[in-house]
């Protein structure tokens, strides 16, 4: 003989009446099947947040396990591209009835991509974090992809003191003797020839925009190469000496602060018109100072992202 087990959230009232703007889940862990623009589909460990509103005052609480099994379903039997996004979060709030009629789901998860060292050819694998986020909310669609790229930023102030300390280490050396072109070249060989560096710190670009339904497989691929190709000196992987000395040149040629950085971010965007929308946070991991130098922006979209 089966016995009825109890459905709190169906047949009892809260205990406090009220609308709640989200319940759910979050932190969920599961594999999920990504599709990228130019990228064989590839399984994520991915981190998922699921919430629905609460807009029935009476209701006890929403059902969560139907949140879990739909994410569950995408997990073994589909692949994350716009449109199973879009189906997703049209599934929470149907599986609500009158419960809820907003949606948002989250996936962050790292996205590794093969890339080629500077002048070797040598290849390594890169993760780049990437968060995508879907939102419905009575009808109203929203999918964003964000996606954070690491780079090497030389601050052009510290490299103009560097080169006067180097300017009067040269003139005191040289001060009392003709010039002696050999003898110079060994000199700035040296140390004492090279008396100060700039310095440099990790930095990092984080960059979100507005996908809209001219999109299926998602465009991470793309927007990690407008940055890197952008800043000009992302972190590298497979390394060789001849890499590393490129890579050395490259920062002493790329000097920047973070409003530099931003600024040709944004310039950037601003001339890729497939993105409706875009915000852009530059973040300059100090090696000089305790804090950090930071840059935001938009593309400023009236009605859209605020910075």
Known sequence: MSTLMPDIANH???????????????NIEMPIMVASQ???????SAFVDAFVNLKEPQAKG???SRLYLLLDELSTSNTLDFQSLVTLLDAFISSHNDLSDNAKVQFRFDYHLRRKSLISGKQ???AYPVTLTGRLNKGKLDIELAVDVRYSSTCPCSAALARQLIQKAFKEKFNDQQADLDAIHEWLGTTEGIVATPHSQRSVAELKV?????TNEFPITALVDIIEDCLKTPVQAAVKREDEQEFARLNGQNLMFCEDAARRLQHAMNNTPEYDDFWLRINHLESLHAHDAVSITTKGVEGGYQP
Do not use: P
């Open 210 to 214: 507005k996908l809209n339904t001219n």
């Open 124 to 126: 390594g694998w890169k």
């Open 62 to 64: 929403i059902h969560m």
């Open 12 to 26: 009892t009232t809260a205990q406090t009446e009220g609308t709640l703007d989200w319940v759910g889940m979050s």
């Open 38 to 44: 130019g990228e064989n589909e590839r399984m994520v």
